[in-house]
C-alpha cells in the first residue's frame, strides 16, 4: 500500500516580504497529509459509494467509462481549487514505516490532515486514528480540515437522515471499521492540541458530499457536538463576502445558520471567501458571468455590473494569475463581522488575510503586494510555466535560477519585482 506522506501546502506561498528585505512565515500549513492515494471520495455519489468500497477504493471493471457517459464519474464540490477529474481511485493510504520517518526527519509541529482530499471520511478511519497515533507519539499538532468526520459512530448512524434516499452506506461503513464514540474521538484531538475545522458551503455546490449524507447542516451539528466536548472546533464559513448575509442564504450559502449556532453555542466561526473558478459557479454564486463580476468599466466607460453595495465604483472580483476570481471587496455585512472578530483566511481586495486556523490567537493583515514572488521549479518533460517563460525573458533574473556558490537557490528565494514587467507579472 501507498504511505501517508508529507506534502507542501500554502505556507509555501503565503509569505510576507518585510521592509528589510526579510520574509516572515505567515501561513501554518507547511506540513499537509492526505489519506487518498490520488481522487477525493467526495466526488463519488452515494449509489455508487458500496460500489467503490468494495472494490478497493475503484469502480467495478469497466464501468467508469460508462459513468462517464452517464454524467455520474465527477461530483466534486463545484469551488474544489484542485480542480480533480475523477478516475474513480479513492484507496487509502497507510501509516506505515515510510510515515513515521517523515516524522522523524521533519519534526513536523504542526500538520494539515486534508489538503486536497476529504481525510475525515469513515473510509479512512483506520489510517486517521494511525495517524493520530503518530502525532500523538511526536507532540504534533493538528489543523484538521473536513466535510464528512462524524461525531463518532452516532454521528455516522444520522447521514442516513440527511442521504439521499435514505441510504445507509456511511452508516454501516462506520460500524464496520467500528468507529469510536464521539466522546472517545474528542478525547483524542483534545490530547494533540488539535483544531478542527469544517468546512459550511452551498448544498448546491458540493452533490458527492451532500448525496452521502454530509450536506451542511449535518456538519453544522457534528461541530457543535465536538465544540460542546471542549474540542477548539471551527465552522469555515466559504461564501460570497461581496455580497449581504441575506442574499447568501438565499443563494443557499450556510452563512446565516452558522452564525445562529455561534450566538447559541458559542461555536467559532471563521470565514474562507469563495474563489470563483467558472462561469458556472459565477452564475450560481453570484448571478453575473467571470467577465461581469471582474469589470470595472475602463476609460471612462460604466461597468458591466451593477451594485448598490458601497464598492466605491471597484468591480466585486478580480482576477489571479491562475484565471481565478477573488473578492474584491468586503460587503458592510461582513466588514462589521470582520471587525468583530471574526477570523478570516484568504485574499481579499489588496490584503492577504491569515487567523491562524483559530490554532492560536494570532491574526493577520497585510497587503497583497508584500508576497514575495515564487518561481516554482519546472518538472522533467513538462512544458515550462508562465513563470519559467518569463524569467528566461529577463537574464538578470535568469542568472538566479543558476547555481550560486554550489549551492541551488530554493523555491523561496525572493525576485526582484523591479525586474519584472506589468505584463509578465499578469503571468504570476
Not at 138 to 146: G, P, Q, S
Amino acid at each position: 500500500m501507498v504511505a501517508v506522506t508529507f506534502s507542501k501546502g500554502k505556507a509555501e506561498f503565503v509569505k510576507r516580504k518585510m521592509p528589510d528585505g526579510t520574509v516572515q512565515d505567515v501561513c501554518l500549513c507547511a506540513h499537509n497529509v492526505d489519506f487518498s492515494v490520488n481522487w477525493c471520495i467526495a466526488q463519488v455519489p452515494v449509489h455508487l459509494l458500496d460500489e467503490v468500497i468494495h472494490h478497493k477504493g475503484g469502480y467495478a471493471p469497466g464501468k467508469l467509462t460508462d459513468y462517464i457517459k452517464q454524467g455520474v464519474s465527477d461530483n466534486r464540490c463545484t469551488y474544489c481549487y484542485d480542480k480533480r477529474v475523477n478516475h474513480g481511485k479513492v484507496t487509502p493510504r497507510e501509516v506505515n514505516q515510510r510515515t513515521r520517518e517523515e516524522f522523524e526527519t521533519k519534526k513536523p509541529e504542526i500538520i494539515r490532515i486534508g489538503k486536497s482530499t476529504e481525510s475525515g471520511h469513515p473510509y479512512y478511519y483506520p489510517v486517521l486514528i494511525d495517524f493520530l497515533n503518530l502525532c500523538r507519539e511526536f507532540k504534533t499538532r493538528v489543523i484538521f480540515t473536513t466535510k464528512a468526520f462524524p461525531f463518532g459512530l452516532q454521528g455516522a448512524l444520522e447521514t442516513t437522515d440527511f442521504a439521499e434516499k435514505r441510504n445507509d452506506s456511511i452508516a454501516r461503513l462506520a460500524k464496520s471499521v467500528n468507529m469510536a464514540s464521539g466522546e472517545e474521538l474528542a478525547e483524542r484531538l483534545i490530547g494533540i492540541n488539535a483544531t478542527l475545522l469544517y468546512s459550511v458551503s452551498n448544498d448546491s455546490f458540493e452533490y458527492g458530499m451532500v448525496s452521502q449524507g454530509f450536506t451542511n447542516q449535518w456538519r453544522i451539528n457534528q461541530a457543535v457536538k465536538y465544540h460542546s466536548q471542549k474540542v477548539n472546533t471551527s465552522l469555515t464559513i466559504v461564501c460570497d463576502v461581496t455580497q449581504s448575509i441575506d442574499e447568501n442564504d438565499k443563494r443557499g450559502f450556510a452563512l446565516k445558520r452558522g452564525l445562529e449556532e455561534r450566538d447559541k453555542t458559542g461555536i467559532n466561526i471563521r470565514i474562507l471567501p469563495i474563489r470563483i473558478n467558472s462561469d458556472e459557479l459565477a452564475l450560481k454564486v453570484t448571478g453575473k458571468n467571470m467577465r461581469i463580476l471582474r469589470d470595472h468599466g475602463h476609460h471612462g466607460t460604466k461597468p458591466l455590473f451593477e451594485t448598490d453595495s458601497p464598492s466605491n465604483g471597484l468591480a466585486p472580483y478580480k482576477r489571479r494569475g491562475n484565471n481565478e476570481l477573488f473578492a474584491g471587496y468586503f460587503h458592510s455585512d461582513f466588514q462589521n463581522l470582520f471587525d468583530s472578530g471574526i477570523g478570516v483566511c484568504g485574499a481579499v481586495g489588496d490584503y492577504e488575510h491569515c487567523d491562524k486556523c483559530l490554532l492560536c490567537p494570532e491574526k493577520v493583515r497585510f497587503p497583497l503586494k508584500d508576497i514575495p514572488k515564487i518561481i516554482y521549479d519546472q518538472k522533467p518533460g513538462k512544458r515550462p510555466s508562465a513563470e519559467g517563460r518569463a524569467l528566461r525573458k529577463h537574464p538578470k533574473l535568469f542568472t538566479l535560477r543558476k547555481k550560486k556558490g554550489g549551492e541551488e537557490l530554493k523555491r523561496h528565494d525572493v525576485f526582484d519585482e523591479n525586474e519584472i514587467t506589468t505584463k509578465d507579472e499578469e503571468l504570476f
